[in-house]
T-cell receptor, first 115, second 110 residues
């Protein structure tokens, strides 16, 4: 069964709208959650790492005020794309840190389309 | 920055043939994972290989790892049309922060 639940799977909204994406780890507690972004026909690029109860760490070039991350519990992390614009249209995928040397699983992704 | 480079970028084969994809990376790793992604979908985990392992099998999949060359290969034997997807390698140096390769787009023709 699914290990990671990501919601919503698809969002279409107008420019200027803020969009929240939820990511839940189902079978285990995730102290760390990774958020990736993937543009068409490209690979996944790590955006930020969120840690439960503390501030997220953002990769170079990713605006922390644009992509707000909250990791309030061990099973839920959220990514909010604030005042989204067409260039933010992308596929966003979350992944909780695995336990030990276990495989890393990913959510099914959220396709964000900004008109 | 992306750490892994995959080769080839695209591969087209006939059903029943074998498909081989290669991944090279730049720094020491703790483990390497291979994933499949169907168009517009999430990632499906295929195989994890640790830095002290040289080869792993899972069904029709065979993964090799050569840490001296900083490279890995994924072999899909007797491919099916359903194997059509993009394949990515991802590496970590132990922080669980995975860096993905550029990916190989595989097309298996029926």
């Amino acid at each position: 069964g699914a290990v990671v639940s990501q919601h919503p799977s698809w969002v279409i909204c107008k420019s200027g709208t803020s969009v929240k994406i939820e990511c839940r780890s189902l079978d285990f507690q995730a102290t760390t959650m990774f958020w990736y972004r993937q543009f068409p026909k490209q690979s996944l690029m790590l955006m930020a790492t969120s840690n439960e109860g503390s501030k997220a760490t953002y990769e170079q070039g990713v605006e922390k005020d644009k992509f707000l991350i909250n990791h309030a519990s061990l099973t839920l992390s959220t990514l909010t794309v604030t005042s989204a614009h067409p260039e933010d249209s992308s596929f966003y995928i979350c992944s909780p840190s695995p336990m030990g040397n276990q495989p890393q699983h990913f959510g099914d992704g959220t396709r964000l389309s900004i008109l | 920055s992306q750490q892994g480079e995959e080769d080839p970028q695209a591969l087209s084969i006939q059903e029943g043939e074998n498909a081989t994809m290669n991944c090279s990376y730049k720094t020491s790793i703790n483990n390497l994972q291979w994933y499949r992604q169907n168009s517009g979908r999430g990632l499906v985990h295929l195989i994890l290989i640790r830095s002290n392992e040289r080869e792993k099998h899972s069904g029709r999949l065979r993964v090799t790892l050569d840490t001296s060359k900083k490279s890995s290969s994924l072999l899909i034997t007797a491919s099916w049309a359903a194997d059509t997807a993009s394949y990515f390698c991802a590496t970590t140096s132990g922080t669980y922060k995975y860096i993905f390769g550029t990916g190989t787009r595989l097309k298996v023709l029926a």
